[in-house]
């Protein structure tokens, strides 16, 4: 039997973060032209996160999905107008928006969705199930037909790794290295690193767009971040995170920024190594579960802007999502728990133990927002338990490769909850 490390969830879903800041309208003045350009700053390469050509579509609007993510996180039609599922659950068929073209020129319709599909299924198999078959049912009608029922396609179809390309975006195994989609944004210029620029699509199926231009300029640094839009050097701050909480106060109170929030479906989460003394023991597990203060966290560490959850699963997921399953931070209960495992305080030192060892456990992180408060704030909670904390600092990627390879006692971890079958089957 193959043992895993456990996911224990703190349960903090990110429900809003930082959408934009962006100067506050002015006053209408009369015959001034101005510029329909917007430079836009952001914590990432836009052109860069999913690698390549395939741009990340919800910030560069190059790509649209059969299915979308509403505002509210929930799922709404964008290339495809409706859909219906058979009987027996295994077929489910599309309809799909008319005089739809992609960025070549290329008609959009059941054919190049289907060619779409299939060669992200090359790339990624599984992820949209137990496919059968993949095929054009009519000029306009899309069918995904699948060995057994699978519940979670419409979450899987909103990933933006199954965004609608053009057929001559597609390298032989499957990946996108051409930016031809068709939303109303078409890339101009790629600065790896640096800038992307993308320009209008005159031909956009929901209407020109008013914009002609917008550079998505990467801005690592928060705070040159937050200066840069302070000075008028970027027009707005963009993505996930782009204004962490804690500068959101002075922007507010700037008469010049307006700062907007979206909701966001981020679920932050310990994982506990259950391979390694003592979090081979489900006790103390659950003993961490119920010692650490959810609302304490979202207060300090998000400035408010989050909700305690209990799961890997979203609320936005409602098909899967149990609001009764949450566990609420219970000191008293937390010690029972360690005492039931056998930690004691024996000295009187304020430090558990047990067979003269000492409760003392290494908490890995990355620099990233918000983990290091988040961690600081942890390591207080546990510490009134009488748990020693050491955090440990690493780049992402040393991070990943240092948890990968079980030398952490606890490290934390970020889900964007696309849908359960990527959160909890595939995990």
């Keep these: 039997m193959v043992k895993k490390a456990t996911l224990l969830v703190i349960g903090i879903l990110l429900l809003s973060a930082m959408l934009a800041g962006c100067p506050a309208p002015q006053a209408e003045e009369a015959d001034v032209e101005v510029p329909q350009e917007v430079i836009a700053g952001l914590g990432r390469d836009a052109g860069g996160v999913y690698g390549g050509a395939h741009h990340h579509p919800p910030l560069t609007r190059l790509f649209e999905m059969l299915v979308t ?11 495809a107008t409706s859909w219906e599922v058979s009987d027996d659950g295994l077929t489910w068929t599309f309809y799909l928006r008319e ?5 070549d020129g290329t008609p959009f319709n059941a054919e190049a969705a289907a060619f779409a599909l299939e060669m992200q299924n090359k790339r990624r198999p599984g992820h949209l199930g137990p496919i059968a078959s993949i095929e054009a049912a009519g000029e306009y009608s899309l069918q995904i037909t699948h060995i057994e029922p699978f519940a979670p396609l ?13 057929p001559a975006s597609f390298d032989q195994e499957g990946g996108i290295v051409d930016p031809i989609g068709t939303g109303p944004f078409r890339e101009k210029e790629w600065v790896p690193g640096e800038k992307l620029v993308l320009v209008r699509n005159e031909d956009y199926w929901g209407g020109v767009p008013k914009l002609e231009k917008i550079t998505l300029k990467h801005i690592p640094d928060d705070t040159t971040r937050v200066m840069a839009l302070e000075a008028g050097e970027i027009d707005m701050i963009i993505d996930v995170g782009g204004v962490p909480p804690e500068m959101v106060p002075a922007l507010e109170n700037n008469p010049e920024i307006e700062v907007l929030t979206k909701p966001i479906v981020t679920v932050r989460y310990i994982i506990l190594n259950n391979l390694k003394h003592p979090f081979d023991d489900v006790n103390v597990r659950r003993a961490i579960q119920y010692g650490i203060d959810r609302e304490s966290i979202i207060r300090f560490a998000l400035e408010g802007f989050g909700v305690p959850t209990g799961s890997l699963i979203a609320p936005s997921a409602a098909d899967w999502h149990n609001p009764d399953i949450i566990v609420k931070y219970d000191f008293e209960i937390a010690r029972q728990l360690l005492n039931e495992a056998g930690w004691a305080d024996t000295d009187g030192d304020g430090v558990l133990d047990k067979n003269g060892e000492k409760f003392k456990v290494l908490l890995i992180i990355s620099p990233r927002w918000p983990e290091p408060t988040m961690a600081e704030l942890i390591q207080g909670q546990l510490h009134e338990l009488g748990i020693i904390v050491e955090i440990q600092v690493l780049e992402p990627g040393a991070r990943r490769d240092a948890a990968r390879r079980g030398e952490h006692d606890m490290t934390l971890h970020a889900l964007s909850f696309i849908g359960p079958h990527n959160a909890l089957y595939r995990s």
């Design 154 to 166: 419409l979450y899987q179809l909103r990933w933006p790794f199954f965004s609608m390309a053009s």
């Design 69 to 79: 993510t509403g505002f509210e996180a929930e799922i709404v039609p964008q290339l």
């Design 99 to 103: 005089g739809v073209k992609f960025h």
